[in-house]
């Protein structure tokens, strides 16, 4: 018998979120929109089917849904529907659980097969100190999958070794065969600075990731019908130096670090726009703004002297956001961006300057729970948003109005218990 629980992972895992926007060509009942949480409470998979033309949402699995194989966080699902991708923890509240990411076949008809595990890879650690290399397990965080549905990135948070050094985050990544997961050459990849850098002063943390589209809105954005570049970068934030990273991917998920920039005070959530014009970052307390970037994508002498994807920072930026922010995104025709005040239990909704970048504030809307707002997920024909209430057991709808961005509260959906992470298809 799976055993309950109801404790929290580290504040460090409330970036770990499931920020998948993707037409799905899998999930096929009625044409309706699918919906998969994972929740917490008995660590089991919740899927939900989503009525296109009035927003009511049915269930398909609650508490009968797949089990997990350690403590839920992060869901993603892939560009065609086939498969949810779960971030899982190793814990004694999970019988015969591991830390890695577990794959879940979708159906049709909206369900979940059987999941299957794969394994994250240690980490192989040197004190700088001398002694012996040793194997450290990895602390995921967060999960992103790219465009083309190839490769899956996850942010480690810094652990310690036996002797309680203290061990780098690090950047793991899998590669995607049909719903098969494999570690990648080099993975997971320990965090540092460029050499002879000197903002890494501290032992550098992964919060979270985001990674440049391949794949444009197919209508209604700016950038719609342009050819959209077909190299990768990655974008981490490191949550202890105050700095997001800029790492360069090769086709079979190497890595290579290229440029690092300042953010606010522990950056915890990050997102790239679906244009590829634009980076965001949420910074927590005590600064509680957003800091946006523009991204060198091609030369602008002499702010971008080379097309390297590095960040330059936009004018007014930071902007100040709600309490507590974390997981943000824009719309899927990249016109607004949507912040999660995780302390406030609230969504900030900004107009996003398509030229300059910078952020204009909308109303603010609250979140249908009593604290602990977790993941924020939004569909990409941008008709409704969907925010996981940890702490109440529902799952916040939200209508979006694509003119001007605002959002119309909906029925709340009842979920199992503790819900952490959602994708919506």
Known sequence: MRK??????????LVSVG???????KYSASNNGLIVVSTQGNAVMDSFSLNLGNGHVTQIYNVNGPPTNGVPTAVVLDPAGANAYLLVTQSTFVNQSSTGVESFPVGSDGKLGSGTTTTLANATFTPSAGGAAESVPVMPVGMVIDSSGKLLFIADA????????????????????????????????????????????????????????????????SCSGNVAPTSEHL??????????????????????????????KVPSGVTVDPCNRFVYVSNGQP???????????????????????????????????GFGPGPLMMDAYANYLYVLDTQQGAVSPFRVSTTTGALTPLATTLVSNNGFPMSIAIRSDDSYMFVTDFNSATLSEYSITPSSGLLTPLTPVQTDNQPWGVAVK
């Open 235 to 264: 974008y981490v934030t490191d949550s202890n130096n105050y700095v997001v990273l800029n790492y360069s991917v090769t086709s079979s998920g190497a890595l290579t670090l290229v440029s690092e920039n300042a953010t606010g």
């Open 158 to 221: 810094e652990t310690s070794d036996k002797s309680g050094t203290p061990v780098p985050g690090a950047v793991s990544v899998l590669s995607v065969n049909n719903g098969s997961l494999k570690e990648v050459a080099g993975s997971p990849l320990l965090l540092t600075g460029l050499p002879g850098s000197t903002t890494l002063n501290t032992t550098p943390s992964a919060s979270a990731l985001a990674v440049t589209p391949t794949v444009f809105p197919a209508a209604y954005a």
């Open 19 to 25: 920020l998948t926007v993707a037409c799905s060509s």
């Open 4 to 13: 309950r629980f109801t404790w929290v992972l580290a504040v460090a895992a």
């Open 287 to 321: 600064d509680n703004t957003v800091s946006a970037f523009t991204i060198c994508s091609v030369v602008n002498v002499p702010t971008c002297p080379a097309p390297d994807y590095s960040l330059v920072s936009v004018s007014g930026s930071p902007f100040l956001a």
